[in-house]
C-alpha cells in the first residue's frame, strides 16, 4: 500500500481518504436520506453538481464538495461531506447574513424620520 501523504499543500479530503475513509459519489449520495422517504438517497449526479457547480447558501456563498480525482474516478469522504453540509446550514443559519426585510410601513416611517433629520440639517 502507498505511503500517506502529508502536507500544508495535499487537500485534507486526499488524507481522509488515504486513511480509509474515502467514497465514491455514489456512495457520498448515499449517506443521506432519500427526499421522499423510499429509495438511496441522493443521485450521484447531485453530488457530482454539488462537486462541480456547488451549492449557493442563501447569504450567496457559494459551497463546494471537497473531492479528488484518484486514477478514473472522483472520491469524496465522510469528513468532506459533513464539511460541505456544515457550511451550507452555518451559512444559512447566520444572524448576520440574513436581516429580516423592513416591512413597507416600517421603510415610510424610517423615510419620514430621515427627511425630518435632512429638514433639519439644511435649514
Do not use: Y
Amino acid at each position: 500500500m502507498a505511503d500517506i501523504v502529508s502536507g500544508s499543500n495535499v487537500p485534507q479530503v486526499l488524507t481522509e481518504i488515504q486513511s480509509g475513509e474515502g467514497l465514491s459519489l455514489a456512495a457520498a449520495g448515499r449517506t443521506f436520506p432519500s427526499h421522499r422517504g423510499k429509495g438511496n438517497g441522493v443521485q450521484a449526479c447531485t453530488v457530482w453538481r454539488w462537486r462541480n457547480t456547488g451549492a449557493r447558501a442563501t447569504d450567496g456563498t457559494l459551497v463546494k464538495l471537497e473531492c479528488v480525482r484518484v486514477g478514473g474516478r472522483w472520491l469524496t469522504s465522510r469528513g468532506a461531506v459533513a464539511r460541505f453540509v456544515s457550511a451550507l446550514t452555518d451559512a444559512s443559519t447566520s444572524v448576520e447574513s440574513s436581516p429580516i426585510p423592513r416591512s413597507p410601513a416600517q421603510r415610510r416611517k424610517a423615510l419620514a424620520v430621515t427627511d425630518k433629520k435632512l429638514d433639519a440639517m439644511l435649514a
